[in-house]
């Protein structure tokens, strides 16, 4: 299984859902390859930003090697599922996508329950904790999904 997380820079919120659902499919014992992609190119090869770095270590998520890069048409043929941080990257992806292609979903979608639909963006306001709170949710949301078959 191959998964896709997107949000607009790809140095925020989708490295530390990447670190996020590695960890809990490891710990489930699911095989799954996780990358993550902007919807933007203006930060691609640049290292996630130091602050979604510091939150993500206090959790025990490496995410200091990955590196950011922008979404492409390619990746619809590439994963068998891509999720967007937002609506707004969720609409852009779906405008690279095309009328058919790999689904696509709001990332919180598999959070069961959570009243937000959407991970807020820290990289202005700081609220990183708030945003791995929520990608966390998420990300074992769907390792039990995926889990459970």
């Keep these: 299984m191959r998964i896709l997380l997107v949000c607009l820079g790809n140095i925020c919120r989708s490295p530390m859902a990447v670190g996020a659902l590695r960890a809990h499919a490891a710990r489930a014992g699911l095989s799954l390859h996780v ?28 995410i ?23 609506r707004a990257n969720l609409a852009a992806l779906a405008r690279l996508r095309g009328p058919e292609g790999t689904p696509l979903a709001l990332f919180l979608d598999e959070a069961g329950g959570a009243k937000a639909r959407e991970v807020p963006d820290p990289y202005y306001d700081g609220r ?16 039990a999904r995926l889990a459970r078959g």
């Design 35 to 62: 990358e993550g992609a902007g919807t933007g190119g203006h930060h691609a090869g640049e290292p996630p930003d130091r602050r979604a770095v510091a939150a993500a270590a206090r959790r025990g998520l490496d």
């Design 64 to 86: 200091s090697g990955l590196r950011a890069r922008r979404a492409e048409a390619e990746d619809f043929r590439r994963f068998d599922l891509v999720y967007a941080m937002d």
């Design 128 to 143: 990183f904790e708030e945003a791995l709170d929520l990608i966390e949710a998420a990300a074992a949301g769907l390792v």
